[in-house]
């Protein structure tokens, strides 16, 4: 009795598990982020479930494939080509991409490795081919008629022409990066890409073109450093001449106002001598007696010896005092004692 | 029943007989514990979550403690929505809680280096911050949402680096870089439908390659120079020229010092000699010799040797012995 109901027992939960079994291998869920393909002994069934939530299949022999919903990175190597200036740089581009036909898809490439070797074949080449049909320029520049700004100074002192002004563009950047973008996109829509965005993310110069680059910038730089110190030097000659030519300017105009201050000064005064002095024949000689009387003192000191013969006035009297000329008898007695002396 | 055999004997160990229902309870209370636990979750501060039925969107939730359906029927994302995030290029800061704040260090001396838009090279870095505006976007429309940021950040900022020039990008354009390379990854992470919003872009360390470098600062030296050299001569002229201003003023103001002099001098001399002469023309004769005489009687007792001769005697001056060092001096 209990045997049978064991057996019985059994019996339930073997088919309890098996029908749990089989609804539970009978629903699967879809997350926001992927869509799903049935696939039956390996063929796709039905339309691609983009919509998330629960869904049924038909157990055991539907199988889920799930492939990602969300905008997918392809991340390109860097990879060196040349341009059409015949420029190597190494070109690193990205480009963002979606599974839009999960079908194609699924039938063409199955995983997203192979999508990826697929990206790099494709994007690869045509980038290969955008950067070799234009100038380096048009890969780095984008806006046509940006007026750069520029250093006043160094623009002035630049002669070669090339500091702080733009290369001029054709085309420029974006337009090189869509035109990457529009033949991809064809050529991966057979796969049940969508090719949403093409970039540029770096560009270098090969290692022997940097080599020249950085000698063309030293060479600029230098030149420029050169002006200036020539600029310093001129500047300070200009402001030494002027120096020069201002202290001039200075001491002659005072040696002239010196002379004309002088002359007209002694111009007075020759005037106010000549009208003191000449105003009659008689102030004429006089002047002269003083002057000549103002003169003796200075001219003769005790180094002198003087000769005096008695015919001189002063020692007329010497000879005798019977003069005739005795107009200043009163005056007379005084040079008398000089005379006295002058006989010791 | 179990049945063990050991040698001979054969044990038979009754088993406990719960029945139906007793499996029935204490599976129950496993499935019930089980969706206690899973049933409830919290969201921190900085968070918001967003919830999947069966792995469909069905909402977003604020920070706090919440209820789900149980046994991973509802799926919780969390996204720290109020932490702004960094992320920098060409250099990096150790102990950064983003994955993808930083990159290698050969990576890094890969993102710095740029060309500008003439031809010339320049290394560049700069930090970007942002935050994660939209978490359904960020979830779902992108995978790797951080890692597409890194690129459209590169990719942004040289664009805008090769529209400089070298001399913009290193000293007087970083602004404007920074306000157009914002403007630009804001619209781009608008495009993308990322989910995020840039807040700020900044330039950190912006130079010249190192090979050039000195070239730069030579023209910044030679600049110095310039200056330098035009303020040396400045100075030079500052010097002597006021000093010389003032050595010929001084010279004009001693010039008429002369000229105050000489006038003065002369119209005292003529002022004497007119009342001299004045008085002379009364008495002439008289004054003439007494000023003679005057004059003698100071002059005589200077001299040194005086000889007086007989106006008769002639040819006695050879005899005389003059030689001793003074000229003789006839008076009249």
């Known amino acids: ?16 598990i098996a029908l749990a079994f089989v609804g539970w291998n009978s629903i699967y869920t879809v997350n926001e982020k992927e869509q799903v393909i049935i696939t039956q002994f390996g063929k796709p069934v039905g339309e691609p479930v983009t919509e998330a939530g629960l869904k049924f299949k038909t157990p055991f022999i539907q199988v889920v494939n799930r492939f990602e919903k969300r905008v997918l990175e392809w991340d390109g190597r860097a990879v060196e080509m040349p341009t059409k200036d015949k420029t190597y740089i190494a070109v690193d581009t990205f480009a963002r991409w979606q599974i839009v036909d999960s079908l194609k898809y699924f039938n063409r490439l199955r995983d997203e490795r192979s999508a990826q070797s697929r990206l790099d074949d494709i994007l690869g080449s045509e980038t290969r081919n955008t950067i070799a049909k234009h100038e380096l320029i048009e890969a780095i520049r984008t806006t046509k008629d940006r007026k750069p700004e520029q250093a006043e100074e160094l623009a002035e002192a630049d002669q070669s022409g090339t500091i702080g002004k733009l290369l001029p563009i054709r085309s420029g950047r974006t337009v090189l990066e869509s035109e990457i973008l529009e033949k991809s996109r064809q050529k991966l829509r057979e796969f049940g890409i969508e090719l949403l965005d093409v970039r540029f993310k770096r560009i270098h110069y090969n290692a022997s073109v940097q080599e020249r680059i950085f000698e063309r910038m030293i060479s600029e730089r230098q030149q420029i450093a050169e002006r200036f110190r020539s600029e310093g030097e001129g500047e300070a000659a200009k402001i030494l001449g002027n120096m020069e030519k201002e202290l001039l300017s200075i001491t002659s105009t005072a040696y002239k106002e010196v002379q004309e201050i002088e002359g007209a000064a002694d111009a007075k005064a020759t005037e106010i001598y000549a009208n003191a002095y000449n105003q009659s024949p008689e102030a004429v000689e006089f002047y002269e007696f003083i002057k000549m009387m103002e003169l003796y003192p200075e001219m003769l000191s005790s180094d002198t010896t003087v000769i005096l013969s008695t015919g001189s006035d002063l020692f007329k009297p010497l000879k005798g005092i019977d003069t005739p000329n005795s107009k200043p008898a009163k005056s007379q007695t005084r040079p008398a004692a000089p005379a006295l002396r002058v006989v010791e | 029943m179990i049945r063990i055999q050991i040698g001979k004997d054969v044990h038979e160990i009754p088993t406990p007989d719960f029945g139906g229902v007793g499996v029935a309870v204490i599976l129950g209370a496993i499935v019930l514990i089980g969706a206690v636990l899973t049933s409830f979750y919290t969201i921190q501060q900085d968070e918001q979550g967003v919830v999947l039925r069966f792995g469909k969107e069905i909402k977003t939730v604020d920070n706090g403690l919440h209820f789900r359906a149980p046994f991973w029927i509802d799926t919780v994302e969390k996204v720290a929505v109020k932490r702004q995030m960094k992320q920098e290029f060409g250099f990096g800061t150790t102990g950064g809680s983003n ?74 354009g970083r602004q404007d870089i920074e306000s157009e390379a914002k403007q630009k990854l804001s619209d781009l992470a608008k495009k993308f439908e990322m989910g995020i919003s840039i807040d700020q872009v900044q330039l950190k360390n912006v130079n010249p390659p190192q090979k050039v470098q000195s070239s730069f600062n030579e023209v910044n030296q030679a600049q110095q120079d310039r200056e330098k050299t035009i303020n040396v001569s400045l100075g030079e002229a500052n010097k002597v ?90 008076s009249k």
């Open chain 1, 1 to 16: 009795m209990s045997k049978v109901k064991q057996a019985s027992g059994c019996v339930v939960g073997v088919i309890v």
């Open chain 2, 99 to 172: 994955y993808s704040q930083m990159s290698s260090r050969t990576e890094q001396e890969e993102e710095k280096s740029m060309v500008t838009g003439d031809l010339n090279a320049a290394l560049v870095e700069w930090v970007i911050q942002y935050r994660i505006e939209n978490p359904s976007q960020y979830l779902f429309n992108v995978r790797n949402a951080d890692d597409t940021l890194r690129d459209a950040s590169e990719s942004v900022m040289r664009e805008v680096v090769g529209d400089r020039t070298v001399d913009e990008v290193i000293t007087f």
């Open chain 2, 241 to 330: 020229v006021p000093k010389a201003s003032g050595e010929a003023e001084q010279k004009i103001s001693e010039a008429e010092g002369y000229a105050l002099q000489r006038v003065n001098e002369a119209e005292g001399d003529a002022a004497k000699f007119n009342a001299l002469f004045t008085e002379y023309q009364k008495a002439p004769e008289v004054t003439k010799r007494r000023l003679y005489l005057e004059t003698m009687q100071k002059v005589m007792p200077q001299l040194g040797k005086k000889i007086i001769i007989d106006e008769g005697a002639t040819g006695i001056l050879p005899l005389l012995n003059l030689n001793e060092n003074a000229t003789p001096t006839l």
